[in-house]
């Protein structure tokens, strides 16, 4: 089993910034990657950013140049951190940190709200 838990979502300002945080406890030799979703109101969930066990990442295109993804570890969790800059209102949804392993579904965090608005 892996437990996520998330932080960092809040209200900011159109260009301005956030930094989520997940992480990852139990077991974490496991995961051969992690990322972050989001679901905006009506809408479906969507891939925003992803990184493997090796360090490589991927991005929606609507988050490229803008948002970085990275994490951290030791023997007892892993932290995958989403840098979000230059915000705009349409990033406006619940955040969702998730961990891939292999041969069941993804483990999922809460959640966390983050809110762009003047």
């Known amino acids: 089993q892996v437990q996520l838990v998330e932080s960092g979502g809040g209200l900011v300002q159109p260009g301005g910034s956030l930094r989520l945080s997940c992480a990852a406890s139990?077991?974490?030799?496991?995961?051969?990657?992690m990322g972050w979703h989001r679901q905006a109101p009506g809408q479906q969930r969507e891939l925003v950013a992803l990184?493997?066990?090796?360090?490589?990442?991927?991005?929606a295109d609507f988050v490229k140049g803008r948002f970085t993804i990275t994490s951290s570890s030791d023997n007892a969790k892993i932290t995958v951190y989403l840098q979000m800059d230059s915000l705009k209102p349409e990033d406006t949804a619940v955040y969702y940190c998730?961990?891939?392993?292999?041969?069941?579904?993804?483990?999922w965090g809460q959640g966390t709200q983050v809110t762009v608005s003047s």
């Open positions: 139990g077991s974490i030799s496991s995961i051969n990657a």
């Open positions: 990184i493997t066990e090796g360090g490589s990442s991927n991005y």
């Open positions: 998730n961990a891939a392993v292999p041969g069941r579904d993804k483990y």
